[in-house]
């Protein structure tokens, strides 16, 4: 059975015309993000945007919008963490601060990364395409700078370690799932920063970690197809640890790509709903890094409103596909 629920991303600081047409085509659940958005003009510091009150508030704004808020996607700061430096335990206070908050503002996701200095990161953001600007990444881009980070993977993953003993119990009193997303784009060392969770081999790694079942995953299309060439069978693998998935695409490696229209990528999308399905998967899907139409509005590349409601579409689409027993191309 496919019971999954789409809850779509909403990155503005307040309604649009964007949240408007979810709710026209039916979709009632919202992923969001730490809302870092000053209240007025005047952009006076308020509350941290892990507090309570925050928190609140945003989803306040959300659910009278017509939206279940069932997930936040975001890191506070987290890099002395990360990397295992001085003032990690302010940073460890507010992260188990934020998900105690999430656990009374009944959000039961948190997907975060493990990606310290700098996060997801592509070369070039408007490819023209006939399905519209795109954005992409190119190692050989990034090859003339080195950030000089001086940690080792082993490091990394004891401080991952660490992390996840300190917080899956506080994940588990409050009843919030906690959901990795990969390195993006999944690589072993970003321009002189290592990174570890870029493989099937890592994500294994970091369940064997912590066997909580609210240790889990942020299955990442785009990024899990540039570390195998059987997605549906990784799908299939991770099973009940994957509570999360962005549904995209890409074309290329993973040190040279680019994001595609849903349906003209790499990935046989049908074949991975399929093993959805074999799953009973029943977490929670959305659109990612799609590209921009032609007078379309993106608040951040691979954000198009068109382009996301078509991929809500297709993904529809397949779903109905399968659960009617025939396969449609």
Same mark, same amino acid.
């Given at each position: 059975?496919?019971?999954?629920?789409?809850?779509?991303?909403?990155?503005?600081?307040?309604?649009?015309?964007?949240?408007?047409?979810?709710?026209?085509?039916?979709?009632?659940?919202?992923?969001?993000?730490?809302?870092?958005?000053?209240?007025?003009?005047?952009?006076?510091?308020?509350?941290?945007?892990?507090?309570?009150?925050?928190?609140?508030?945003?989803?306040?704004?959300?659910?009278?919008?017509?939206?279940?808020?069932?997930?936040?996607?975001?890191?506070?700061?987290?890099?002395?963490?990360?990397?295992?430096?001085?003032?990690?335990?302010?940073?460890?206070?507010?992260?188990?601060?934020?998900?105690?908050?999430?656990?009374?503002?009944?959000?039961?996701?948190?997907?975060?990364?493990?990606?310290?200095?700098?996060?997801?990161?592509?070369?070039?953001?408007?490819?023209?395409?006939?399905?519209?600007?795109?954005?992409?990444?190119?190692? =050989?881009? %990034?090859?003339? +700078?080195?950030?000089?980070?001086?940690? *080792? &993977? /082993? @490091?990394?993953?004891?401080?991952?370690?660490?992390?996840?003993?300190?917080?899956?119990?506080?994940?588990?009193?409050?009843?919030?799932?906690?959901?990795?997303?990969?390195?993006?784009?999944?690589?072993?060392?970003?321009?002189?920063?290592?990174?570890?969770? =870029?493989? %099937?081999?890592? +994500?294994?790694?970091?369940?064997?970690? *912590? &066997? /909580? @079942?609210?240790?889990?995953?942020?299955?990442?299309?785009?990024?899990?197809?540039?570390?195998?060439?059987?997605?549906?069978?990784?799908?299939?693998?991770?099973?009940?640890?994957?509570?999360?998935?962005?549904?995209?695409?890409?074309?290329?490696?993973?040190? =040279?790509? %680019?994001?595609?229209?849903?349906?003209?990528?790499?990935?046989?999308?049908?074949?991975?709903?399929?093993?959805?399905?074999?799953?009973?998967?029943?977490?929670?899907?959305?659109?990612?890094?799609?590209?921009?139409?032609?007078?379309?509005?993106?608040?951040?590349?691979?954000?198009?409103?068109?382009?996301?409601?078509?991929?809500?579409?297709?993904?529809?689409?397949?779903?109905?596909?399968?659960?009617?027993?025939?396969?449609?191309?």
């Amino acid at each position: 059975m496919l019971d999954f629920r789409i809850a779509e991303i909403l990155t503005e600081d307040r309604p649009n015309k964007y949240w408007y047409m979810l709710r026209n085509i039916g979709i009632n659940d919202a992923v969001g993000i730490l809302p870092r958005h000053f209240s007025d003009w005047r952009m006076h510091g308020e509350l941290n945007p892990w507090d309570y009150i925050s928190l609140k508030r945003y989803k306040n704004m959300i659910n009278d919008s017509g939206f279940n808020l069932v997930a936040i996607e975001d890191n506070p700061p987290m890099d002395k963490i990360i990397l295992n430096l001085d003032g990690k335990d302010d940073e460890l206070e507010n992260v188990a601060r934020m998900i105690e908050n999430f656990g009374k503002l009944n959000i039961k996701i948190w997907c975060y990364n493990w990606m310290a200095v700098i996060g997801w990161f592509r070369s070039s953001t408007h490819i023209l395409k006939d399905y519209g600007t795109t954005s992409g990444f190119n190692e =050989n881009d %990034i090859n003339d +700078y080195n950030f000089n980070v001086r940690i *080792n &993977k /082993s @490091d990394l993953w004891k401080n991952l370690n660490d992390f996840l003993d300190f917080i899956v119990p506080i994940a588990e009193d409050n009843d919030v799932k906690l959901a990795m997303h990969p390195d993006d784009p999944p690589l072993d060392n970003f321009s002189g920063i290592p990174r570890i969770m =870029n493989s %099937i081999e890592s +994500y294994d790694h970091l369940i064997e970690l *912590n &066997k /909580s @079942d609210y240790n889990g995953i942020t299955m990442c299309q785009g990024n899990f197809t540039l570390m195998t060439d059987n997605l549906p069978d990784v799908i299939k693998h991770f099973n009940k640890k994957i509570f999360f998935v962005h549904f995209r695409d890409v074309l290329g490696d993973r040190h =040279n790509f %680019i994001e595609t229209l849903i349906g003209h990528g790499k990935t046989d999308l049908y074949k991975c709903m399929k093993a959805y399905n074999d799953i009973n998967f029943d977490g929670i899907m959305r659109v990612d890094h799609v590209p921009t139409l032609y007078s379309d509005d993106a608040s951040v590349p691979g954000y198009s409103y068109l382009n996301r409601l078509y991929a809500i579409g297709y993904i529809n689409g397949l779903r109905d596909s399968i659960k009617n027993g025939s396969k449609t191309r």
